[in-house]
C-alpha cells in the first residue's frame, strides 16, 4: 500500500525555510524569554488589580456612541479576547537578537506604566450592561474578576496593536507573504472587537487603546530597527 505521507524533507522548499526559521527563533534564548514573559505577567496582573481595586479619584463612567450598538454581545468573543496572552507574547518569542528583545520588553512595560499611570489618576468604567451574565459563563468570570475599570484607554487593545506592529515587521523579516501580516492583523482586530463583544470596553475605550499602541509600537520599533546588528528583526 502505498505511503502517502509527506517527509519532513520532501516539504516545499518556502515552507522548509519558514518552519526552521521559526524553530530557530523560538529556541533563541528560550529560558530566558519563558522565565521573563511569565515574570512580566505576573508583575503586570499585580500592578493591574492593584489600580483597579485603589483608584486615586472616583471612577467617571464611560460614554456610549453610534459605534458600540453596531457590536452586539457574543459568547465566540470570549476565546478571541483571551488569546490576547498568546498573542502579545509572540514577538518576543519569535525575536533572534538580544537588543531588540531587551527594546521590546522595555517598550511594553512603558506601554503598561503609562496605561495604569492613566487608569489611577483618571480611573475609568464602562457603563453597566444590563445583561445576564449567567447566560455567557466563560464571560461571568471575567466580569467576577475584572472589574468594569480601567477602561480608558483599552490596555487590552493597546498591547495588541502594539504586538501587531512587531509581529508584521519580524513577518517580513522572515520573508513571509503579505497574507501573513493580513492574518496578523486580522487576529489583532478580532481582539479589538472581542473587547467590544465582552462589553469589557466601550468603543471610545478601544480608539484611545489603538492609538497609544500605536504610538509605542511604532516609536519601539524605529528604536528596535537601530540597535539590530543585521539592520532587521
Known amino acids: ?13 518556502a515552507r522548509s525555510h519558514w518552519i526552521r526559521q521559526i524553530a530557530a527563533r523560538m529556541a533563541y534564548q528560550m529560558p ?8 512580566f505577567m505576573l508583575l503586570f496582573f499585580w500592578a493591574y488589580f492593584g489600580v483597579l481595586r485603589n483608584p486615586l479619584f472616583p471612577v467617571t463612567e464611560m460614554p456610549l456612541i453610534f459605534i458600540d450598538a453596531w457590536i452586539p454581545v457574543s459568547g465566540l468573543a470570549f476565546p478571541v479576547y483571551a488569546s490576547l496572552w498568546v498573542y502579545a507574547s509572540l514577538p518576543a518569542a519569535l525575536l533572534r537578537e538580544i537588543q531588540p ?3 521590546f520588553g522595555i517598550w511594553m512595560a ?3 506604566l503609562f496605561c495604569l499611570g492613566i ?3 483618571f480611573p475609568t468604567g464602562v457603563p453597566p450592561a444590563g445583561i445576564d451574565w449567567s447566560l455567557y459563563p466563560e ?3 471575567i466580569k467576577d474578576v475584572d472589574a468594569s475599570g480601567n477602561a480608558c484607554p483599552s490596555l487590552h487593545v493597546a498591547s495588541a496593536v502594539f504586538a501587531a506592529i512587531w509581529l508584521a515587521r519580524i513577518a517580513r523579516a522572515m520573508g513571509g507573504r503579505r497574507w501573513v501580516s493580513g492574518l496578523i492583523w486580522l487576529h489583532c482586530l478580532a481582539i479589538l472587537w472581542s473587547t467590544m463583544a465582552t462589553r469589557q470596553h466601550v ?5 484611545a487603546g489603538a492609538l497609544t499602541g500605536a ?12 540597535s539590530a546588528s543585521a539592520g532587521d528583526l
Open 1 to 13: 500500500m502505498p505511503n502517502h505521507s509527506i517527509a519532513p524533507t520532501m516539504l516545499p522548499p
Open 101 to 103: 528583545l531587551v527594546h
Open 110 to 112: 512603558a506601554l503598561c
Open 32 to 39: 530566558l524569554k519563558a522565565v521573563g514573559t511569565a515574570a
Open 119 to 121: 487608569f489611577w489618576l
Open 215 to 226: 504610538v509605542f509600537g511604532l516609536l519601539s520599533l524605529r528604536q528596535a530597527l537601530r
Open 139 to 141: 464571560m461571568a468570570m
Open 203 to 207: 468603543a471610545l475605550d478601544v480608539l
